[in-house]
């Protein structure tokens, strides 16, 4: 039996979960799989909220990425620069190709400093940090234990689409939590500023984060993105994006800044055969798989699909490709079975978590409804974010034991 050559570009929590779920899900069948990534280090990313917040060791948010690569697997360790999906190859920096016969597209997101003026030059000093860097996260829980009476922290949202939306806001609730312990919130100016028109895209949430905001006296600045970050002066620039301001530019001063950057797909994908004129690989939203190219899949930050893009997500995608995958082989009809759920652990205050999960169209869809009401805060669900949910990365979502999950989510 020839072996079915599956070629995965991307070694983050998409591509690693998604090999060894084709591993362990894929009987009778002969897999050769392959990773793509230069990256030595994984990191998991949601926990750098908590480690900004300083209640969590960075040490546990990476591991080797050799170590993580399910046995079997090979890891080419090297960055895909083209794909010809008519030829059904990939081309790497160093001008090697691979062929495949099945290719899953998942090289995340990058962060794009760039688009905010001086803000590359302004990190890591001067109170500027963002919990989106590794670089930088641990920068954040240095400057916020800074903080003093009388001192001005901002914390900012990129446009959409970005990773983890709730992440912006959580960080501003840890802070003024944090104040609010030292006894010094209301000496504080804390404000958070967005260029989106509410604090969630569900409204739902949404309502119940404005209470939370509202209870810390956190200033709200809807419409407002920032464009500019002086760090040496400590001021941040920000254009109003809409509304009867529209245009207006605001400066604010700081002590901190959080910034959260703007983000996009890496250069390879603008202006490829598979992605759209955003650069996002276009697949269907519920099976996952490419619109043109059938054996094609993408899933995690870099697709199209209009989901929260949340590592929450990707359990649920997951699947739902290695499904799929498993069909086209089999000359079967592919699925639909991704109905678009995301989750996303908002820290309310530390020892307090807001789990907002919902699918497609803002259905809320909570995984435990009888231990929890969704819009309340509770400690059960920072226990969760804190130990829970770290634990099923590592030892459930990245060995492939996507069958675990379907006993927990909330769809
Ligand atoms: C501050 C923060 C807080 C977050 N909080 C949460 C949370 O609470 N809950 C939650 O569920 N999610 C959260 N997330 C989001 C979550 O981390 C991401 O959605 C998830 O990691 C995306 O997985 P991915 O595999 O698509 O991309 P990634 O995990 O980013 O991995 C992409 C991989 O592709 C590789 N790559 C890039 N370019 C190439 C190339 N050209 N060739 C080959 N490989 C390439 C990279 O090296 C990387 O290893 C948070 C993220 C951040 C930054």
Same mark, same amino acid.
């Given at each position: 039996?020839?072996?079915?050559?599956?070629?995965?570009?991307?070694?983050?929590?998409?591509?690693?979960?998604?090999?060894?779920?084709?591993?362990?899900?894929?009987?009778?069948?002969?897999?050769?799989?392959?990773?793509?990534?230069?990256?030595?280090?994984?990191?998991?990313?949601?926990?750098?909220?908590?480690?900004?917040?300083?209640?969590?060791?960075?040490?546990?948010?990476?591991?080797?990425?050799?170590?993580?690569?399910?046995?079997?697997?090979?890891?080419?360790?090297?960055?895909?620069? *083209?794909? !010809?999906? %008519? +030829?059904?190859?990939? $081309?790497?920096?160093?001008?090697?190709?691979? @062929?495949?016969?099945?290719? &899953?597209?998942?090289?995340?997101?990058?962060?794009?400093?760039?688009?905010?003026?001086?803000?590359?030059?302004?990190?890591?000093?001067?109170?500027?940090?963002?919990?989106?860097?590794?670089?930088?996260?641990?920068?954040?829980?240095?400057?916020?234990?800074?903080?003093?009476?009388?001192?001005?922290?901002?914390?900012?949202?990129?446009?959409?689409?970005?990773?983890?939306?709730?992440?912006?806001?959580?960080?501003?609730?840890?802070?003024?939590?944090?104040?609010?312990?030292?006894?010094?919130?209301?000496?504080?100016?804390?404000?958070?500023?967005?260029?989106?028109?509410?604090?969630?895209?569900?409204?739902?949430?949404?309502?119940?984060?404005?209470?939370?905001?509202?209870?810390?006296?956190?200033?709200?600045?809807?419409?407002?993105?920032?464009? *500019?970050? !002086?760090? %040496? +002066?400590?001021?941040? $620039?920000?254009?109003?994006?809409?509304?009867? @301001?529209?245009?207006?530019? &605001?400066?604010?001063?700081?002590?901190?800044?959080?910034?959260?950057?703007?983000?996009?797909?890496?250069?390879?994908?603008?202006?490829?055969?598979?992605?759209?004129?955003?650069?996002?690989?276009?697949?269907?939203?519920?099976?996952?798989?490419?619109?043109?190219?059938?054996?094609?899949?993408?899933?995690?930050?870099?697709?199209?699909?209009?989901?929260?893009?949340?590592?929450?997500?990707?359990?649920?995608?997951?699947?739902?490709?290695?499904?799929?995958?498993?069909?086209?082989?089999?000359?079967?009809?592919?699925?639909?079975?991704?109905?678009?759920?995301?989750?996303?652990?908002?820290?309310?205050?530390?020892?307090?978590?807001?789990?907002?999960?919902?699918?497609?169209?803002?259905?809320?869809?909570?995984?435990?409804?009888?231990?929890?009401?969704?819009?309340?805060?509770?400690?059960?669900?920072?226990?969760?974010?804190?130990?829970?949910?770290?634990?099923?990365?590592?030892?459930?979502?990245?060995?492939?034991?996507?069958?675990?999950?379907?006993?927990?989510?909330?769809?």
């Amino acid at each position: 039996m020839e072996a079915n050559n599956i070629l995965i570009i991307g070694g983050g929590a998409a591509g690693i979960s998604v090999a060894a779920s084709l591993q362990r899900h894929s009987s009778g069948k002969k897999l050769s799989i392959t990773i793509v990534d230069p990256a030595d280090t994984h990191y998991y990313q949601p926990a750098f909220t908590i480690v900004g917040g300083g209640v969590y060791s960075f040490d546990k948010t990476h591991r080797p990425m050799k170590s993580l690569i399910p046995n079997g697997v090979t890891l080419v360790s090297k960055a895909a620069t *083209k794909i !010809d999906p %008519d +030829n059904n190859q990939v $081309t790497l920096d160093d001008g090697e190709t691979l @062929d495949y016969d099945y290719l &899953v597209v998942c090289p995340g997101l990058v962060l794009d400093w760039d688009a905010i003026e001086g803000a590359k030059e302004a990190l890591g000093k001067n109170g500027v940090c963002s919990n989106y860097s590794p670089d930088y996260v641990r920068y954040t829980w240095e400057t916020l234990q800074t903080l003093q009476s009388g001192s001005k922290a901002v914390f900012t949202q990129a446009p959409m689409p970005f990773k983890c939306p709730g992440a912006p806001q959580k960080i501003a609730y840890l802070t003024a939590d944090y104040l609010r312990g030292k006894g010094i919130l209301e000496q504080c100016d804390v404000t958070f500023a967005n260029p989106g028109p509410g604090m969630f895209g569900v409204a739902y949430f949404a309502k119940q984060l404005d209470k939370v905001i509202e209870g810390y006296g956190i200033h709200k600045k809807m419409l407002h993105k920032l464009i *500019k970050v !002086d760090g %040496d +002066n400590k001021k941040a $620039t920000f254009e109003v994006v809409d509304g009867d @301001d529209k245009g207006k530019v &605001v400066e604010m001063e700081f002590d901190m800044l959080h910034i959260t950057p703007h983000q996009k797909t890496p250069d390879f994908l603008h202006g490829s055969p598979i992605t759209n004129e955003g650069g996002w690989v276009e697949v269907d939203q519920e099976s996952m798989q490419h619109i043109k190219y059938p054996n094609i899949f993408s899933l995690g930050d870099a697709c199209s699909t209009p989901n929260s893009k949340t590592a929450a997500a990707i359990r649920k995608q997951v699947p739902t490709v290695v499904a799929n995958i498993n069909h086209v082989i089999d000359g079967q009809e592919i699925e639909k079975s991704y109905y678009g759920y995301g989750s996303c652990p908002l820290t309310t205050a530390r020892g307090k978590v807001l789990m907002a999960e919902f699918i497609y169209g803002g259905k809320v869809t909570p995984t435990l409804p009888f231990f929890t009401t969704p819009y309340k805060s509770t400690w059960l669900m920072w226990i969760s974010k804190t130990i829970g949910l770290p634990l099923l990365y590592w030892s459930y979502m990245l060995k492939g034991h996507h069958k675990f999950f379907e006993h927990f989510d909330g769809l």
